[in-house]
């Protein structure tokens, strides 16, 4: 309660903005960066969440794993440690402490997720004159914005009105063309009469100060991806699949991609998309016009340390990786000799082996999960699309994440390093492994696992 006042004091008040940073600030239409869409926003003026220093990753909401043929519940035996498929996703994490009703949530949501409802005027959902449960609207005292407690970013709400903020309205991504892309038909001409552009809507927000604030802009990659819910099939309406959490984001027309800020490098005149059908990431061309939901707050990037002993850090999440994939050697500072191919179930099991052989004096290794893998994406660069001096001889190829594809039972996520995609691979695939630990404060013992056991 007291987080969730000091919330509603930061954000109807102003009270914790930065110094010289005014609560409505004008709207700003200047051209961005080439590569970017908007100026980097202020700090976003509410509490931090209580994350150790860290910007946390969000959990990916899968709570069920795969036993090589349907999906389980991960109580079962054969997915504990000792397990044919063992330490997957569910067992680590938010997800996991939310399932064994361990988990502290400021607000709620499904899964490890934590959100707070906002009224359009800035107040908290009951607070001051904001209601407990604000119905979704323009209003002043109806919901118009979803704080996420974990990350610290608030996230616009879509609304069912034909207005400026339509659900199913669709934007061509702004570029520095000569000529304005776009038309005023995709939007419903909601722009002043200007083209149904990201840049002309991210201005219009602006100018309406949405949630008492006028830094909105749209977000990356990596925080787009952060509120997909991997796990989200039970979170369908009226039948529909949608991997994102339909009670604090309602009104999100699933099958269709949310606009980056980031340009696709690996093909011209293109930007990275979110798919919230299935969560996958990809790149579309800037003149396709698609969905968009702004963001608002503090923009986290990795900063890798390398520790010298063949770990890398990072800084912006608390992850420490392997610097060279399995299969390789450390050596030297580098990596030498090609990383291996492995099936799903190798995959996991080389993280077992690396625990038994107290790889680097720990016993925590496992296969990161999709969330933690996307963290290590480098927009800006492809084949491969990481960080090559954290970590070199990357293979531009397919990496195994521990996280069960929801839409297809059979599948698992991985994301290709050469252009940074993701996709779902049946598990007897051969992909690489590169393995990571810490992060996640939480694992499910393998005692509840064997409550149902073999």
């Not at 700090?43 to 959990?59: K, S």
């Not at 107040?123 to 209601?131: E, F, N």
């Not at 996520?413 to 252009?419: E, M």
Request: glycine share 10%.
């Amino acid at each position: 309660m007291k987080k969730i006042v000091l919330l509603a004091l930061c954000l109807f008040f102003g009270a914790c903005s930065e110094p010289g940073e005014e609560s409505l600030p004008a709207a700003s239409e200047a051209a961005p960066p080439p590569a970017r869409q908007e100026e980097p926003a202020a700090a976003l003026p509410v509490a931090a969440p209580d994350n150790g220093g860290f910007a946390l990753l969000n959990d990916t909401g899968q709570t069920r794993c795969f036993d090589g043929q349907d999906w389980i519940a991960c109580k079962a035996g054969n997915v504990s440690r000792a397990g044919r498929y063992p330490r997957q996703d569910a067992h680590f994490g938010q997800d996991a402490a939310a399932l064994a009703g361990v988990l502290k949530k400021t607000g709620a949501g499904s899964a490890g997720f934590d959100f707070t409802k906002v009224c359009n005027n800035g107040v908290v959902a009951g607070t001051l004159d904001c209601p407990a449960e604000p119905q979704p609207g323009m209003g002043v005292n109806q919901w118009g914005c979803t704080i996420d407690n974990g990350t610290g970013l608030m996230w616009e709400l879509k609304v069912s009105d034909r207005g400026l903020r339509d659900k199913n309205h669709q934007y061509v991504w702004h570029s520095d063309a000569p000529e304005e892309p776009g038309t005023r038909e995709t939007c419903a001409n909601t722009l002043g009469g200007k083209n149904c552009t990201t840049r002309n809507y991210v201005a219009a927000v602006n100018r309406q100060g949405l949630c008492g604030h006028r830094d909105w802009r749209l977000p990356s990659r990596h925080e787009l991806t952060g509120i997909v819910h991997y796990g989200g099939a039970e979170l369908a309406v009226t039948g529909e699949l949608a991997s994102i959490d339909a009670q604090y984001f309602p009104n999100t027309p699933s099958n269709y991609y949310y606009w980056t800020r980031d340009s696709y490098v690996a093909k011209p005149y293109s930007a990275w998309g979110v798919n919230f059908r299935e969560g996958r990431a990809n790149g579309y061309f800037t003149f396709d016009a698609n969905h968009v939901r702004l963001v608002r707050g503090r923009q986290v990037v990795a900063k890798f340390t390398d520790h010298g002993d063949g770990t890398v850090g990072d800084a912006s999440n608390g992850l420490v990786w392997m610097k060279c994939s399995i299969g390789q050697t450390y050596e030297g500072g580098g990596c030498r000799g090609k990383a291996g191919a492995y099936t799903w179930q190798q995959a996991l099991a080389a993280a077992t082996r690396a625990n038994s052989a107290k790889t680097n004096d720990r016993a925590d290794w496992r296969l990161p999960n999709v969330k933690e893998l996307e963290s290590l994406v480098q927009v800006e660069k492809s084949n491969p699309a990481i960080d090559t001096g954290a970590f070199p001889n990357t293979a531009p190829d397919h990496y195994w994440s521990s996280t069960p594809f929801v839409s297809s039972p059979i599948n698992v996520w991985s994301i290709n390093f050469l252009d940074g995609i993701s996709y779902g691979q049946v598990p007897t695939d051969y992909s690489r492994v590169r393995l990571v630990r810490s992060g996640q404060s939480f694992e499910a013992p393998d005692s509840r696992d064997q409550e149902e056991g073999q």
